[in-house]
């Protein structure tokens, strides 16, 4: 039981490239997050999926994209990437929504955009 | 516009000491989580309050939610190394809504 694994670790990109960062949940939660963290701001959500095929906007959506094509992955794009979008970005899933469901969290992903 | 501040933003501790962690906010949270996250990895959830005035204990970790349900507060006794990490709290506005996370702690605790 892995729990919650993101994948890549760490990345540098160009302003202007693109990526993919991949969540992968074994627990068969519907519910799937993707935040990003950046220093004295705590976590900020950027979009969210309450189950498979779905999506939705978070606090701070712009310029990223997510699919949820399969209950056990949530992808989040950068389709051109900015020196903005340099944090750490963490996805989470939970069985259910709000406060009284524990969230998991993945290790990370550091992201340095140059 | 970020609704939930910590204080203090950083602390620095020798081992066996106590201190206290604060979460405040203007706006009332229907319940309130506590995460500790460790460098390099993702936040671990601690605990959850939902009742004004509760308190939690979690071995050395009293965990208070304030009366007005607006602010809590997380009190580490005789600290020690293990807690070293970023400490950040965590609100539900109403109910089955998305979290709202503080601007988080960082506690160093040394030797």
């Known amino acids: 039981n892995a729990g919650v694994t993101q994948t890549p670790k760490f990345r540098v990109l160009k302003t202007g490239q693109s990526m993919t960062l991949l969540c992968a949940q074994d627990?068969?939660?519907?519910?799937m997050y993707w935040y990003r963290q950046d220093p004295g701001m705590g976590l900020r959500l950027i979009h969210y999926?309450?189950?498979?095929?779905?999506?939705a906007k978070g606090e701070v959506p712009d310029g990223y994209n997510v699919s949820r094509l399969k209950k056990q992955n949530f992808l989040l794009g950068l389709e051109s990437a900015a020196p903005s979008q340099t944090s750490v970005y963490f996805c989470?899933?939970?069985?259910?929504?709000?406060?009284?469901?524990?969230?998991?969290f993945g290790p990370g992903t550091r992201l340095l955009v140059l | 516009t970020q609704l939930l501040e910590q204080s203090p933003q950083f602390l620095s501790i020798q081992e066996g000491e106590n201190l206290t962690v604060y979460c405040n906010s203007s706006?009332?949270?229907?319940?309130l989580q506590w995460y500790r996250q460790e460098p390099g990895e993702g936040p671990v959830l601690l605990v959850t309050?939902?009742?004004?005035?509760e308190v939690k204990k979690l071995k050395r970790l009293t965990f208070q939610f304030g009366d007005a349900r607006k602010d809590s507060s997380l009190h580490i006794t005789a600290a020690q190394p293990g807690d070293t990490g970023l400490y950040l709290c965590?609100?539900?506005?109403?109910?089955?809504?998305?979290?709202?996370f503080g601007t988080g702690t960082r506690l160093q605790v040394t030797l």
């Open positions: 965590a609100g539900e506005k109403g109910t089955a809504s998305k979290l709202t």
């Open positions: 989470a899933s939970s069985r259910g929504w709000g406060a009284k469901e524990t969230q998991y």
């Open positions: 706006s009332v949270f229907s319940s």
């Open positions: 309050v939902v009742t004004g005035g």
């Open positions: 627990m068969n939660h519907e519910y």
């Open positions: 999926s309450v189950g498979e095929g779905t999506t």
